[in-house]
């Protein structure tokens, strides 16, 4: 078996959109949406699936690591990631275990990307100052 030059992958933020008649989908529509499209993307040969991490109205990511252990329990091939989680505003310990348990589930499907995070809503949510921001991720 060759190894292949370039992988496909989707990146989602699972962000709150409209059905047919243009209207407002509720959060937990979104979530169970953003499930069945990590389904189909297994389903049609990709190679991973992605969910961001934000605390905003408009996105419905902030519990990521539990929506990618649902796809878990649906797929079987796909790799499962985060796109970011935003290690600054997490505890690192309880992001191991999440993800370490998360791997265990999937059958060693989880990858974990972490960063500073672009969007700063998280930072006051969670008690921390942006003035900070460095000393946080390091």
């Not at 500073?116 to 809503?121: A, D």
Request: hydrophobic share 45%; charged share 20%; net charge negative.
């Amino acid at each position: 078996m060759s190894a292949r030059a370039f992988e496909f992958g989707l990146d989602t933020p699972a962000q709150v959109t409209v059905d047919e008649s243009g209207q407002l989908l509720d959060g937990d529509q979104v979530i169970r949406n953003t499930v069945e499209e990590a389904v189909l993307a297994e389903a049609v040969g990709l190679d991973s699936f992605n969910i961001g991490e934000h605390y905003r109205s408009e996105f419905m990511d902030s519990a990521g690591h539990v929506m990618l252990a649902a796809i878990a329990s649906r797929t079987e091939r796909i790799r499962l990631g985060t796109a970011v989680t935003v290690l600054s505003t997490q505890d690192p310990v309880r992001v191991y275990t999440e993800f370490a348990t998360l791997d265990a589930v999937s059958n060693g499907r989880a990858q974990l990307i972490v960063g500073r995070g672009s969007l700063t809503e998280s930072f006051p949510l969670f008690g921390f100052d942006l003035a900070d921001y460095e000393t946080l991720f390091e």
